[in-house]
């Protein structure tokens, strides 16, 4: 991955205006980089959805925003990005009255040691990382398309440029290995934006793709053994960024006016590991049309989920079960 020649002077939170009448819907909102998007995304006027799995980490991270921000607007949303039917119900919810300005794909699981698979059958690693969130963004389009310009962030990573990452057997059932699941659901992430945008052009909707560069969270350390949770740990102290500094490519993602859509951002510095946030060049195959068009129809195919006549105004979604 080569960066631009556009770089971005010295970003950071501070300079997010405003968002008092704003609305953001979190995947992975109640720990690590989803839980430090909202609580900047709080502090600055807007009205946060934290979505995950278990209820009470999502009370106990709501109760945390509102300590530390009184007034702060927090809901909670539970989501299991591995069962396509909890998700439609989840997403259902809100498509038919609400309006989302943003919506971050952020949640994912990563290492599995085995490969293993969600409640629909598809390789767990895929299937939360990538197919939950093609599900999930299908379901809250109606709703994205309310707002006056809406933003879809989604999270990838430094490995979708990884060769093991090439968009073949994404179900991972010819050759399993942990990294290379993720790997293939993170070239994927960049894959669905591109094509997303494509799809989209001319409506109120941008998406974007980022890479929060190198940070622990609990995501890395998902069955960790105790040498690697350690080497993690020293690690951390030299080169990896904390979960507040790893937030700001999609802080900057979701609130910049100078994002194209379907562009690529991540951290400017070292190595990108850490750094302002600035838009990089990823592969060529990546944003290919052809390519895009490939991974759509199999999602589509996989999911039994369609967007169907994007027009320039609003997209119709049509969920089959």
Do not use: C
């Amino acid at each position: 991955m080569t960066s631009t020649t556009r770089t971005v002077s010295q970003w950071t939170p501070e300079q997010i205006p405003d968002l008092s009448g704003r609305t953001a819907f979190i995947t992975g909102g109640n720990s690590g980089i989803g839980l430090e998007t909202a609580r900047v995304l709080v502090r600055h006027g807007a009205t946060v959805i934290l979505a995950g799995r278990d209820q009470r980490k999502l009370d106990r991270a709501a109760d945390g925003l509102r300590l530390e921000q009184p007034g702060a607007d927090v809901h909670t949303a539970v989501l299991d990005l591995g069962a396509l039917a909890l998700i439609a119900a989840a997403a259902g919810r809100l498509a038919k009255t609400a309006t989302l300005d943003m919506l971050f794909n952020n949640a994912g699981v990563m290492n599995i040691p085995e490969r293993r698979t969600t409640a629909d059958g598809f390789e767990l690693t895929f299937g939360t990382n990538r197919l939950g969130h093609f599900a999930l963004t299908a379901g809250l389009l109606p709703a994205l398309l309310r707002a006056l310009a809406a933003r879809i962030v989604t999270v990838s990573a430094i490995a979708a440029t990884w060769r093991v990452g090439r968009q073949e057997d994404v179900m991972s059932q010819r050759r399993y290995g942990p990294m290379r699941a993720y790997a293939k659901s993170k070239r994927a992430n960049v894959v669905f934006t591109a094509e997303l945008a494509r799809r989209l052009a001319g409506t109120n909707v941008t998406p974007v793709v980022v890479h929060p560069g190198s940070a622990v969270t609990n995501l890395q350390q998902h069955n960790q053994s105790p040498l690697t949770r350690a080497v993690i740990a020293l690690t951390r102290r030299i080169a990896m960024s904390s979960p507040q500094g790893a937030a700001w490519p999609s802080l900057y993602a979701a609130t910049s006016p100078d994002i194209v859509s379907g562009g690529f951002y991540g951290p400017a510095g070292r190595d990108q590991t850490s750094g302002t946030p600035k838009r990089l060049d990823p592969s060529t195959d990546a944003t290919n049309p052809t390519e895009g068009a490939r991974l759509w129809t199999e999602s589509e195919r996989l999911t039994g989920i369609h967007f169907l006549a994007v027009t320039s105004t609003r997209p119709r979604v049509s969920i089959h079960s």
